[in-house]
Structures are given as structure tokens and as C-alpha cells.
């Protein structure tokens, strides 16, 4: 009991350090920027490239599709730069020499993020709501919720395996960018993934996202948890496998970037 | 008293100066892994989102000429506001800002050969796209005119080449500048209209896009590869032109306020 709540002290005390040192967006300025003015744009183009090419009354498949996949932002790109930060300030000798316990560290650094995801969405569902009535009377508005926090947390499990590439590589923000907009193309954001070709369906459905939007779509569409429960479930196992396998990867590389003194090659 | 000889040695060096930091640009450039990221991957994954959008069930197959050239307008602006605007920026990270304000050369004349290698490297964002059009979606252009269209590209080129000019000094003085245009990098797009035509975009936001240059200059552009719609082409580019000159002539004081900020505060490296 006692070791639990060590472990307890140290995940809250790295989640707040988290924020206040490694949130790169914690200042008005930048969360206006990264936060509001990206979503936002993200989806009015979308939305207006989706209408240009298949008219308006499509508007809303693009908008959902859109708000939902801005978890990436937070999932992908937050996860991934708090290793990058650590990196860039300094900062990742210092923790991978703590005796901390890794799993919970590595946890720690996701938390802020999906909470933050949570709420990208919840800011493009309402700009979705204002701009292109988005009608939720009929939807099942807390099955809807569940999706989000699910799709949240398994973006975060992804984020988390391309995040332990930061322990050995300078410039990891790139593989963010990378796969942030891949999964625009991939996860049936703004086409259905049977679109795709045979091996980019496998990609898909073995990424987040896919299963988690469709979960989304039917649950905007007034769907119970009965009709999406094998969707959300899958969605979770994805999220926890692409986790577990960054835990994996992070324990791998930080033996590897502690060998080669990569953690300070800049 | 024969002035031609001296101002002829005043010219030929700043040519030289500004071909130096052309070369200097180019070569750091291959080198970062950022600049492929711009003018290569990330113009690739918005092409084939746009190219997958517009040959969708229902869509015109004339919608599919914004997915061939729109990734490639993509790249282009994104390496012409974040690589070449960040010019004085980058020299600042290096700790190199002080010895290029010391240099005789005026600071103007090393951007323009930063830009220019940066421009250089945005065109090549059409490469992929078009390839990925082509052999991805079996997409070309349909009535390609080929004199304006160059035309129109230099003309956008032109605009690029004032607004990454016009952006330097603002990303040096003011930091979070930079962060608000990444920010509203999908609205630029969606003004401009590089992957659909502005018109589709409500009455205001048109008005908007209207005081853009490379709304202008996009617009005569993809007339230059379709038959059908106006070809207003000369008032296009007389537009673009005129904005792009009128971006640099505000130019013109930030680079007074760098200046101030450099030499007469000392402030620049600091803010």
C-alpha cells in the first residue's frame, strides 16, 4: 500500500511538472494559436473542400470527422513534443537517471494531454454546432462523450510509441507532423477507409482513430453503446497495444540512447 | 567625377552578397530535415487528401485539377512563409543576428538571396504532387495554356517572394506573430483558395481573400489549365502585383524598427 502510493505521489507530481514545464501551449497566446485558431481553420477547410466536391449536404460527415480527428492535435503532437521538450531543455539525462518508476513517468506525460484533446473537441464539436448545425437532438450525446475520451486517450497511446523516437532523434516534432496529417488520409476522416487500397485498410484499422470516428458518427447519429460497443472496444485494445508497445520502445531506446550518449546529441 | 565605377563596385558586391546567402540557403536546406517535411511531405499528404476528396462519388471531374495543383500550392506557401519568413528568425537561433548586423551588407540584400533559396525549394513541391496526381489518381492538367500559366506562377511567386520579405521583420519583433500565421495556416489556404475556388466561400470571406495577393494570382492559375470561366488574366496579375508592392512598402518601416531594435536599442536578440 505504501509502494502504491509512492508511485501515486510521483505520477501526480510528474503530471503537474508535465503542465507547467513541458505544456507548450500553456500561455493565451499560443493556446489561441495551436488551440482554437488551428482547429478551427482545420475544419472550415475540410468542410469547404468536402462541399466543393460533393455539395452541401455532406457538410456535416467532413465537420464531425474533422472535430473528432483534432484529438491527433493533443494526442500526437502533445504526447510526442513533451519528449522532444525534455530533450531540447535539458532535461532527459536528468530524468532517465531518476530511479522513478518508467511506467509511471511515461503514463504521467500522457494525462495532460488527453484531457487537453478532450477539450480541442469539445471547442470543434461546438464550432461544428455554430457554423454548420450540427443537429445532436437525435444523438446519444453521452455515448458520443465516451467515444471522445476514448479517442483521446488512444491517439495519446499512439502519440506515446512515436514520442520514445525522441529519446534518439533531434527533431521527432516532424514525425508528429507526419503522423497527424497521415491519419487525416488513412482513418476515414474525410472518406471512408474502403476508399483506400487493401494494405492502407489493414494500416487503418490497426491505427486509432478509425474504429473510434465511426463509433463517434454513429453515436451523432443516435446509435446505442449496444450497436458501437465492438467498435469502441477494438478502439481501446489499438490504443493500449500502440502504449504498451511505446513503453516497450521507451525502455528499449532509453537503454540504447543511455549506451550511444544520445540523450544530450543535439 | 566618374561615379559608374564605384556604384558598379557597390552593385556587383551586393549581387555577390545576396548570391552568397542564395547558396548558403540552398545548402542548409538539403541538409534539414524540416525542409523536406515542407516542400515534399507535407504537400504529398494534403495532395492525396485532396485528390481522394474531389474524385469522391458526385464530384465534378473538374474538381480534381485542385487536387493536382493544390498540394503543390500548399508546399509552396508553407515554404515560402515558415522557411523563407523565418530568415532573420533563424539567424537570431544560430546567434548569428549580431555578426550579420555588422556586416556592411545591408540586411535586405542577404534576405532576398535567403528567400530566393527558399522560394527555389517551394517549387519543387509541385513535383511530388503532381507525380502522386498522376500515378496515384491518373489526374493531369485538362487544358493547360502554358505561357500563362508560367506567367501566373512567376506572378505568385512574386507574392511569395514580398510576403515572406514582409514577414521576416515581423517574426523577429514580434515572436508570437509567427505562432498565430502557423496557427491560421488552414485559413490561408482556404483565402487563397489553393485546393477549391474562393467563390464557393460566403460573400465576406471573399472580401477578405480579396486583399490577399495570392488569391489573385492562384485564380489565374488554374484559369491557365481549364477552358471554361473568365480569363481575366492581365487585371489578375495587375492586382497580385499591386498588393505584393504594396506588402513590401510596409516592409519598408518594420525593417526600420529591426534596424532600431538592433543597432540603436540593442533589444532584438532579447525580444
Redesign the interface.
Known sequence: MKHLGLEAGVFARSLYLQYVALFQWATVRGYIAYKVLLPVTQILFFVELGVYATGRQNALYFALGNALQLTANAGIFGVIATVANERQYGTLPILLASPANRLVTFMSRAVVNVIDGIATVVIGLAIVVVLFGLDLRQANLPLLGLCVVIISVTTAGLGLMFGSIGLVMRDAIIVANIVYYLLLIICGINFPVSRLPGALQVLAYSLPLTRGVQAARDAAAGATLGHVSGLLAGELLVGAAWALGGYFLFRGLENWSRRGGLQEAY | MNLLGPQRLVVRSLVRAAFSAFVLSVRLRVIS??SY?NWL??PL??A???L????????GSS?LV?GVLGGGLIGYWSVAYIDAGNGIQDERWNGTLEQIFATPTPLWVILLGKVCGGLLFGLFAFVPTAAAAFFGFHAVLPALDPWRFVISLGVLTLSFFCIAITMAPLFALWR?AF??I??????V??LCGF???VA??APWAQGVAGFLAPTWAVKALYAATVAQGPHDFAAWWAVTSGLSLAYLAGAYFLYALVEREARVSGELALV
Do not use: K
Open positions: 530535415p524540416w517535411l511531405v507535407f499528404l494534403f492525396i487528401v485532396g481522394y476528396v474531389l474524385s469522391l462519388p458526385g464530384a474538381h485542385y508570437w505562432s498565430m502557423n496557427g491560421f495556416e488552414l485559413g489556404y482556404i485546393m477549391f475556388p464557393v466561400l
